[in-house]
């Protein structure tokens, strides 16, 4: 897909999620720069969050320790949000990964009570305190 296709597709998925199109895409920008095959390890993530589960699979473990596609969507945060994949890998496809990060962070907004601002440090993890206004700041690119 091209980045405008990418692009239209975000604005839409985010309408069907009752979101902010300029957010969604914001989000987008800021985690993946639109790449969909965007993967990172977070390793404290994984000992933080993932240890403590105890899983069988070491895939399954480290999986769940990487932020996924054009939204970066961690892999146990969707898993805990209630998205069901076969492969977390499948976060990497636009329309999959779309999907999921809106739902992801649909529920960090709720959480916040609407606030945009601490919505988005819940999505990032709340370790960059900067997170919400670089985010925000990239949403008139998208209008």
């Not at 069907?16 to 390793?43: G, K």
């Not at 993932?50 to 999986?63: E, G, R």
Request: net charge neutral; proline share 4%; aromatic share 10%.
């Amino acid at each position: 897909m091209t980045r405008d296709e990418l692009i239209a597709l975000a604005k839409q998925t985010a309408t069907a999620h009752q979101l902010d199109p300029l957010l969604v895409c914001a989000v987008v920008e800021q985690e993946s720069s639109w790449n969909p095959f965007a993967i990172r390890y977070e390793p404290a993530f994984y000992g933080k969050y993932i240890v403590p589960l105890n899983l069988k699979s070491a895939t399954d473990a480290q999986a769940r320790s990487f932020s996924w596609g054009l939204m970066q969507t961690m892999g146990q945060v969707a898993i805990e949000t209630g998205v069901v994949l076969k492969f977390l890998s499948e976060l990497c496809d636009p329309y999959v990964g779309l999907n999921a990060g809106c739902t992801v962070l649909k529920a960090k907004l709720a959480r916040a009570n609407g606030d945009v601002a601490k919505g988005l440090l819940y999505w990032n993890g709340g370790g960059n305190a900067y997170y919400p206004s670089e985010v925000m700041a990239r949403m008139d690119k998208y209008r």
